[in-house]
Each structure stands twice: as structure tokens, then as C-alpha cells.
């Protein structure tokens, strides 16, 4: 599979670098199918056992999109969760405080509709329809043509007399018909004359009959109440079902007023209604009146247009939210919705694009109105692709907007001040929380009660700062710094080179990193370090970390890594020369960059994946802790438990030496908590003689585009503990020290547990073992149970340090039935072991 992965990965690329688009998508195509008979495979191996007193081993719950995405203040209105295993969702989280949502209900999935729920579904369109018509001013209801009253009467009870005889004899034959369950029909008497179109588009449309999609094919109604002192800004949002709790999805809080989509708005925002023309003029004469939030669902081939009325003089920032709801898309090219806007004058003129905000996919558009009137807006995916998870929310407002921040960040425990520029802005300058106890990147916004600017990165740092001086472009004009220091600077236009000079001694490792793209700066660096000769030891262009196909850095969200990191062993005592320029040399006031020139000393960053749990009481789970080593620190990391709610122990908790990545394992408390737990942990490690204490973001590993991999940081590491259907028997690891086995030999291990003769059927695996190492010798002894591991002489690799994940599982044979051939044996898991830290030696 991994080979079948790489071949067309390559290809699709190859074919997109050239242009192929058509052909791209047939290739896509013919690998979505072969993904589909190997994700068959997966499922039917998943479902193939059943949990006795470990965790289940079947697919968790899944949400695919929200829509809409986010809410008002203030407000109380529906949401429709599109995912996967989401029967029986019982709760709703949503992190932060100020939002509460209930569940409505669950739809299942829901395929062609039939015959006879198409006919019931146009009748009572047709009732609501001629209710809606009835309702409106005599002079906008369609006219009718002259008619013979008492002929027409006449017919009329002919034809119901015979209708009512059919639809006796119809009632006998055939069962109940109810409407299709789709969120779209829930209050369907009270519809609009637009919203029964839309209805119409959306479910009679061709387009729609498409596969089933079955990631985003179960529907959750939840109802969603935002209070009016809500902050603004990214939520998180997950739903417990009896599966367990699901992944966290964007779900945004908002100041402006919101609408939603109604199709058919392909060719203009208010086409005419099927045999109502009069009617359309009403409806049209009344554009949108800004500010205002559009919510949609961008579906194959679909383009969304919105009208507005605007004045003269306005600023607009138009700004569409997409990628930033959905970060990545396992089965689609690029991986994300990659969303284009463009603005059109009443004449139909377009007036302004834009595909993107700089570096970043979604699209903003900065527009200076001017002339009153009707404007329309345009928003369609780049190649027309489309699905339900295809969502986005555009703003449209004179809400203010940061397009540049100068520094990027500062020193921790030091009043900082950044000044900020860009549209709408009532300020210059934003002062920065430095405080200590925060993360290493934060997140700031303009913020009055008001208006609500967009949200921008800064850094902090806990070494020294200065400001870059110009004229440092050459080695003679360069800057003089101390190690360590943080450079604060900005390239001014595309040729400026900044260069700072540092004397060093031989032997000695710098580490020099720019910390820019990260931190919204357009700056494409291109880093060099040069000896007072001229000569480069080392350069940098864009620095990527990569295992495998998963992408490794602290943001998760980059795709084009443009910051640059280089790590020296200075070759003699002397002068050494930093340079820093962008690689296709642009610059300007919005180029700010923070440059770290210090000793190597070394560093880290972690993330604990999955980002959330579901484990019964008592149960043991394996998690994934990733180091992001930093600076050359290879050594070893503690992992521990803060403010540890009773119950819960971690094992296996030492990320090795070398080891970039190691599983270990969660015990649940005895006693399951009434609500779900956030859980904290922090990564220890003695560097340079000092205790440096780093915390352990929770993230998800989420495919991109059906190869890469990136770690996506959550708000929070949730755990959900739920009630064991049956006793559990407790299971702890004898030895206090990692298990040394010898090359070619076998070392004994003995786990002590309350309950050996739940183990004489039981059979024993390794899950995902170091190459070489196997397990052997099962024996159930008064203690316990013992096993012996091995490591083969062959292909076991000495100095390997890693934990090992051992899992019980029990074979069963059903009871055959007459005339039916013999039912195959059934492997059924029953749990995990805590984790045993081993270390393979050589004899």
C-alpha cells in the first residue's frame, strides 16, 4: 500500500506541476477507488473483534464540517454536524465559556430519495408554496388566466371525488410515506419562497446525486445558544456519542449579523423564481445591508453569489474563512477548500479578486467603495471542486484588519508594545501578554466590544533582545551582537541583506533560526553563516522536518516551510558573520522577522496524539508523545502527569534518548468522572545543568491530500471516561527500570495482576514492535502472568530504547447453525498492558 501511495501521489503531483489538470482528476479518481477497496479491507479487519475489558477496537467517531461554522453573539440557531459513527450523540462541548448547545437528533445518512417521498415532498411544497403566496401584497401574486366558474366547479369534485377513491385503494396497498430526514425540510411550514427553492435546488438538483460520501454522510442537528458577552474568536467543538467522543472541528463566534446561502445563487444572488417574476422583483430590491457574515456549502461545480448595497467612501475588508475551518482534506488535491473571491459592480463588472491572502489560502479582499450602490460578491472553489464539507464564512464589514505587527514578539516578563497596521484600525499599536506561563507562540486581536480584528501570532522568548540597525547590508556595515540574542528586524526592500557579526570560538555549536512565516511576515528567508574570510560553513533556505510523510513543527498548519534554521560547529576562534535576505528578494515594512543567533544548548517541543480519548474505568489506552528536538538536544525527556486528577497514572513516561516519537499508556480512574477531563502534560529534561520543563500540546495526525501528514494542534487534551460494563482486572509492570534484552537472547517479564485466571485463554501480542523483537513463553504463575522477550540476532538493532505495547486478545468459535457452513473463529481484543519500557542491548 505504501508503494501503491507513493506512485500515484507522484504521478498527481507530476500531472498538476504540468498543467494536467483533467487528467490529474482522472488519476485522482482511479486512486480514490483503489483507496476505497483498501479502506474496505481496514473497516472489515476493525470490525472484526468486540471489547471485553480493553478499549474498543473499532472506528472512533468522526466530524467532517459544521455548517454553519460559527455563530453571533446573542443569538440562538441550528447547526448541522457532518461526520461519521455519530449515532446516539448524547453531549455537546464546546471549549471556552459563554456557548451551550443540546442535541436535536440524528439523521442517517440519506441516498436517492424514492419515488414516493419525492411526490409527497412536492405536494407539501406545493401547500407551503401557495400559502407563502397567499400571504403576500395582491399586486406581486401571479395572475391567473379567466375561467368558467360552474364548469371548473363541476370538474373540480369529479376530479377530488376520483383522487379520494385512488387514494383509498392507494392507502390498502401501500405503507405510510413520511419525508425524507434532512435538515433542510425541519420546519418546512414556515419556509420562505427562497427557502423552498433553495430546498428544490438542493435536493431535486442533479449535482446531488452523488456517492455517498461516508465520512460526511450522518447528520446531528444541535441547537447552539451563544451568550451576548461571549468572547469572539475560534472555539472547538466536539460531540460525545456512545462510540465516544469525537475529534475537535473550528466553530467561531462572531460579532456580525449572519445569513446563510440560498441556491440557486449561481449566476446572480437573486435569479428568478419559477413563474413569479413579479415576485423576484420583490425579493431583489432588497440587497443585504452590511455589516454582515455569509454562511455556505460550496457543492461540485457550484458558484455562491451575494448582494449587497454599500456606500460610497466605505472601507471594506471582505475576508473568507475556508481552510481556517477545515485545515486539511485527506481525499482531496491540494488538501484544503481552496476558496477564490471576487467582487462585481451593478453592471456586472468584476472589480476586484483575490485567491488568497498572501501566504495564506484564504482569500481577503481590501476594497474602497466608490460609488453608492449594489455590489455582488462571488465565492467558488479554484477548480470547481465541492462537497458538504466545502464550507466557509465570508465577513463583510469595515471591521478592522492587521495586515503587518512590528516586533514579532519579545522577551517574557518585558512590557512589549507592537505597533500594528492594515484597514479599519481605531489604533496603532497592541500591547502583547508576556507573561511567563503561556505558550512560545500566542495569538492577539484588537478587541473593543465593537470591532473584532483578525488574530495574529507573535513570539516569546526568554533570551535577550535587540532591534536590527541599518545599514548592516554588508560583512564592513554588519551588526554587532552578544550570544544569545534575538534580532527584532525587517527586510526593507528586495535587496536588502542584514548581517550582524559575533566572535566564536573553535569547537563551539550556534544554532541560528528565523522565526518569521510563522508569525504572518510574507518573509521567504535564506539564511548563511560565513567566516570573516567570506567563506559559507553553513546556509538555509526553508528548514523542514519530516518522518516519513509526517510533517514535524510546532504550528501543524504549514505547508510551504519558508523559515530558515541552521546548526554550526565553528571551525576556530574568531569572527563569524550571520546573513539574512529573502530568496526571491522582496521586502518592505511588512518583512519583520525575529532572528535567534545563541549557543546550541538544545531544546524541545512536544505533542501527545490523538487529542482526545475515550476509555472505559479502569482501562489502559496507548497514546503518542512526538518530540520536536530542537538545537541538537538528543537526549532523554520525562513525560508527566500535571495536577493529576485521582485515578489516572501514566506508564512508560520517558521519551528515550534518539527517539523522536514513543508510545505510552493511560490508566483510567475506577470510578468514571461525571464529566469529560482536561488532562495536562509536561515534557522534563536536564540541558546544560538546568531542569527545562516544556508542556505537551495535544494534536491530531491529519492527512493531507492522501499522503502527507501534519500534527494539528487542539485547545485541549479531552478525556472521556465512561462507566466498565464489567470488573476490570488491574495489571502493573514488576520491574521499576527499562527491560534490557541481549541480541540474539531473551530477557523474562513478569506483570502482576488481581485476577491470573483471566489469562489462561488469553493470547499475547506485540503491537508494533522495534524490528527483531518478539514475545514468547506465555505462562500464567501465582504472581501473575510472565512472558519472555527476544530479540533476534538477525534483525534486532543494539541501543534501540522504545516501549512496548503488549495486547490481549481471546479466540472464540460461534455456534454453528443448522444448514449453514461452519462459522470462522473470532478474535475479540481484551486489552492493553501498561507500557514496558525496554532497551535492546548487545550481549
Same mark, same amino acid.
Given at each position: 500500500m505504501d508503494d501503491l501511495l507513493r506512485q500515484c501521489h507522484s504521478t498527481v503531483k507530476r500531472m498538476m506541476d504540468n498543467g494536467q489538470i483533467l487528467s490529474c482528476c482522472a488519476a485522482v479518481i482511479i486512486f480514490r477507488l483503489s483507496c476505497l477497496v483498501f479502506r474496505a479491507a481496514v473497516v472489515l479487519f476493525c470490525l472484526w473483534g468486540v471489547t471485553a475489558w480493553g478499549q474498543s477496537s473499532t472506528t472512533q467517531p468522526q466530524i467532517g464540517y459544521l455548517y454553519p461554522a460559527g455563530g453571533q453573539q446573542g443569538t440562538t440557531f441550528q447547526l448541522t454536524v457532518g461526520g461519521q459513527i455519530l449515532r446516539d450523540a448524547s453531549d455537546v462541548y464546546i471549549s471556552g465559556e459563554g456557548v451551550h448547545a443540546k442535541i436535536i437528533k440524528y439523521i442517517r445518512p440519506l441516498r436517492n430519495i424514492q419515488s414516493e417521498q419525492r411526490e409527497l415532498l412536492q405536494e407539501r411544497m406545493k401547500e407551503v408554496r401557495e400559502k407563502r403566496l397567499s400571504e403576500l401584497p395582491i399586486q406581486y401574486r401571479p395572475r391567473s388566466k379567466p375561467v368558467n366558474r360552474r364548469k371548473t366547479e363541476d370538474r373540480k369534485q369529479k376530479t377530488e371525488i376520483k383522487k379520494e377513491e385512488a387514494a383509498k385503494k392507494e392507502e390498502e396497498k401501500k405503507p405510510e410515506v413520511k419525508l425524507p430526514d434532512h435538515p433542510l425540510l425541519e420546519d418546512l411550514d414556515n419556509k420562505s419562497l427562497r427557502e423552498l427553492a433553495h430546498i428544490r435546488s438542493m435536493l431535486f438538483f442533479p449535482r446531488t446525486k452523488l456517492q455517498l460520501n461516508r465520512q460526511i454522510a450522518e447528520i446531528v442537528l444541535i441547537e447552539v445558544t451563544i451568550d451576548a458577552d461571549a468572547r469572539p474568536g475560534n472555539r472547538e467543538l466536539r460531540l460525545q456519542t456512545r462510540a465516544g467522543v469525537t475529534n475537535p472541528v473550528v466553530f467561531q463566534v462572531g460579532l456580525l449579523p449572519e445569513v446563510r446561502e440560498l441556491e440557486p445563487n449561481d449566476e446572480k444572488a437573486y435569479p428568478e423564481l419559477p413563474d413569479l417574476p413579479k415576485l423576484t422583483s420583490l425579493l431583489s430590491a432588497k440587497p443585504l445591508t452590511l455589516p454582515v457574515l455569509l454562511n455556505g456549502q460550496i457543492m461540485p461545480g457550484d458558484v455562491d453569489r451575494f448582494r449587497f448595497s454599500a456606500s460610497q467612501g466605505q472601507q471594506l475588508v471582505i475576508r473568507a474563512h475556508a481552510r481556517s475551518l477545515i485545515p486539511y482534506l485527506a481525499d482531496a488535491v491540494p488538501g484544503w477548500f481552496q476558496a477564490t473571491l471576487a467582487l462585481y459592480d451593478a453592471a456586472g463588472n468584476e472589480i476586484a479578486f483575490a485567491d488568497d491572502f498572501r501566504f495564506d489560502p484564504d482569500p481577503v479582499l481590501f476594497f474602497r467603495i466608490e460609488g453608492t450602490g449594489e455590489y455582488e460578491l462571488e465565492i467558488r472553489d479554484s477548480i470547481y471542486r465541492g462537497r458538504e464539507d466545502f464550507v466557509y464564512r465570508i465577513s463583510v464589514s469595515e471591521q478592522p484588519f492587521i495586515t503587518q505587527m512590528f516586533p514579532l514578539g519579545g522577551r517574557e516578563g518585558h512590557k512589549t508594545v507592537a505597533k500594528v497596521a492594515g484597514w479599519n484600525l481605531p489604533q496603532e499599536q497592541l500591547p502583547l501578554d508576556m507573561q511567563s506561563d503561556g505558550d512560545c507562540i500566542r495569538r492577539t486581536a484588537y478587541y473593543d466590544g465593537n470591532h473584532f480584528s483578525n488574530a495574529v501570532p507573535y513570539a516569546v522568548d526568554a533570551l535577550p533582545e535587540c532591534d536590527e540597525r541599518e545599514s548592516n547590508n554588508t560583512a564592513k556595515e554588519a551588526q554587532r551582537i552578544d550570544l544569545p540574542k534575538i534580532i527584532n528586524g525587517r527586510i526593507g526592500e528586495g535587496n536588502d541583506v542584514d548581517v550582524f557579526v559575533f566572535d566564536g570560538r573553535a569547537g563551539d555549536k550556534v544554532a541560528a533560526e528565523v522565526n518569521a512565516r510563522r508569525l504572518n511576515s510574507p518573509l521567504d528567508s535564506l539564511l548563511r553563516l560565513t567566516d570573516a574570510t567570506g567563506r559559507v560553513l553553513e546556509w538555509n533556505d526553508d528548514y523542514v522536518v519530516k518522518e516519513s510523510y509526517l510533517h514535524v513543527d510546532v504550528m501543524g498548519l504549514m505547508t510551504h516551510h519558508a523559515d530558515s534554521y541552521l546548526l554550526a560547529e565553528l571551525p576556530k576562534n574568531g569572527t563569524y558573520y550571520v546573513h539574512?535576505?529573502?530568496?526571491?528578494?522582496?521586502?518592505?515594512?511588512?518583512?519583520?522577522?525575529?532572528?535567534?543567533?545563541?549557543?546550541?544548548?538544545?531544546?524541545?517541543?512536544?505533542?501527545?496524539?490523538?487529542?482526545?480519548?475515550?476509555?472505559?474505568?479502569?482501562?489502559?489506552?496507548?497514546?503518542?508523545?512526538?518530540?520536536?528536538?530542537?538545537?541538537?538536544?538528543?537526549?532523554?525527556?520525562?513525560?508527566?502527569?500535571?495536577?493529576?486528577?485521582?485515578?489516572?497514572?501514566?506508564?512508560?513516561?520517558?521519551?528515550?534518548?534518539?527517539?523522536?516519537?514513543?508510545?505510552?499508556?493511560?490508566?483510567?480512574?475506577?470510578?468514571?468522572?461525571?464529566?469529560?477531563?482536561?488532562?495536562?502534560?509536561?515534557?522534563?529534561?536536564?540541558?546544560?545543568?538546568?531542569?527545562?520543563?516544556?508542556?505537551?500540546?495535544?494534536?491530531?495526525?491529519?492527512?493531507?491530500?492522501?499522503?502527507?501528514?501534519?500534527?494539528?494542534?487542539?485547545?485541549?487534551?479531552?478525556?472521556? @471516561?465512561?462507566?466498565?460494563?464489567?470488573?476490570?482486572?488491574?495489571? #502493573?509492570? +514488576? $520491574?521499576? =527500570?527499562?527491560?534490557?534484552? /541481549?541480541? %540474539?537472547?531473551?530477557?523474562? @517479564?513478569?506483570?502482576?495482576?488481581?485476577?491470573?485466571?483471566?489469562? #489462561?485463554? +488469553? $493470547?499475547? =501480542?506485540?503491537?508494533?514492535? /522495534?524490528? %527483531?523483537?518478539?514475545?514468547?513463553?506465555?505462562?500464567?504463575?501465582?504472581?501473575?502472568?510472565?512472558?519472555?522477550?527476544? $530479540?533476534?540476532?538477525?534483525?534486532?538493532? /543494539?541501543?534501540?530504547?522504545?516501549?512496548?505495547?503488549?495486547?490481549?486478545?481471546?479466540?472464540?468459535?460461534?455456534?454453528?447453525?443448522?444448514?449453514?457452513?461452519?462459522?470462522?473463529?473470532?478474535?475479540?481484543?481484551?486489552?492493553?498492558?501498561?507500557?514496558?519500557?525496554?532497551?535492546?542491548?548487545?550481549?
Open positions: 539574512l535576505s529573502d530568496t526571491q528578494h522582496h521586502g518592505g515594512e511588512a518583512f519583520g522577522y525575529r532572528l535567534r543567533v545563541a549557543p546550541a544548548e538544545g531544546d524541545f517541543a512536544l505533542r501527545v496524539t490523538p487529542s482526545n480519548l475515550n476509555i472505559r474505568a479502569s482501562q489502559i489506552v496507548p497514546i503518542r508523545i512526538h518530540a520536536l528536538r530542537k538545537d541538537g538536544y538528543n537526549g532523554p525527556i520525562d513525560i508527566v502527569l500535571q495536577e493529576v486528577p485521582r485515578g489516572f497514572e501514566l506508564s512508560g513516561g520517558r521519551v528515550p534518548a534518539g527517539c523522536d516519537q514513543v508510545r505510552m499508556t493511560l490508566r483510567a480512574p475506577a470510578k468514571a468522572p461525571d464529566q469529560p477531563v482536561v488532562l495536562k502534560l509536561e515534557g522534563r529534561a536536564n540541558i546544560g545543568g538546568q531542569t527545562i520543563r516544556r508542556p505537551v500540546v495535544a494534536a491530531d495526525d491529519v492527512m493531507q491530500a492522501f499522503l502527507y501528514r501534519h500534527l494539528v494542534p487542539a485547545r485541549e487534551f479531552l478525556v472521556v @471516561v465512561q462507566k466498565a460494563r464489567w470488573g476490570t482486572p488491574s495489571v #502493573e509492570l +514488576a $520491574a521499576k =527500570e527499562p527491560v534490557r534484552i /541481549p541480541v %540474539g537472547g531473551s530477557t523474562q @517479564v513478569l506483570f502482576r495482576t488481581s485476577r491470573s485466571q483471566n489469562f #489462561e485463554q +488469553a $493470547a499475547l =501480542e506485540l503491537n508494533a514492535p /522495534p524490528q %527483531g523483537v518478539t514475545l514468547h513463553d506465555v505462562a500464567v504463575v501465582r504472581e501473575g502472568l510472565t512472558f519472555r522477550l527476544k $530479540a533476534d540476532k538477525d534483525l534486532a538493532q /543494539p541501543g534501540i530504547a522504545d516501549n512496548l505495547i503488549v495486547e490481549a486478545y481471546r479466540d472464540s468459535t460461534p455456534k454453528p447453525q443448522k444448514g449453514k457452513p461452519a462459522p470462522a473463529r473470532r478474535r475479540s481484543l481484551m486489552g492493553t498492558f501498561p507500557a514496558i519500557p525496554i532497551e535492546i542491548i548487545s550481549r
